[in-house]
């Protein structure tokens, strides 16, 4: 038996769904809001740091970069999104897939950077 490929993708996450993800042993993202229609998680950990340290921390205080595996099967579904140049790619889940997409994560999601507010640029 071959072992499973996986991709590695990075999601930024204020306090409220860092919250949220420990609830779930770090094991799955929550569901969307309904003003969410898509989950975006992102091809690098330069964008996911960009958007929770310009984003994440004027926002909430803080900003967290998560890291995690997907089933490479699961993503070959979806294409990547470039959203406003090729250093910003994401993956755009819709909101109704959650629970497919959670399935698809092997391992635990782990949290790769912390971003104060006092360390913002």
Do not use: C
């Not at 590695?8 to 969307?32: I, K, N, S």
């Not at 970069?65 to 699961?74: A, I, M, S, W």
């Not at 090729?86 to 959670?102: K, L, V």
Request: aromatic share 12%.
């Amino acid at each position: 038996m071959s072992e499973m490929e996986t991709i590695t993708l990075w999601r930024p996450v204020g306090p409220a769904e860092l919250e949220l993800l420990r609830d779930t042993a770090m094991r799955a993202f929550p569901p969307r809001l309904p003003e969410q229609p898509i989950f975006y998680p992102v091809t690098t950990r330069d964008y996911a740091i960009k958007i929770a340290r310009d984003w994440n921390v004027p926002a909430s205080g803080s900003g967290f970069v998560t890291e995690f595996d997907v089933r490479k099967d699961y993503l070959d579904h979806y294409d990547v999104q470039e959203a406003g140049g090729r250093a910003h790619r994401e993956y755009w889940i819709p909101a109704e897939e959650m629970d497919s997409f959670n399935a698809a994560i092997v391992g635990e999601i782990r949290v790769v950077d912390i971003f104060p507010e006092d360390e913002t640029v």
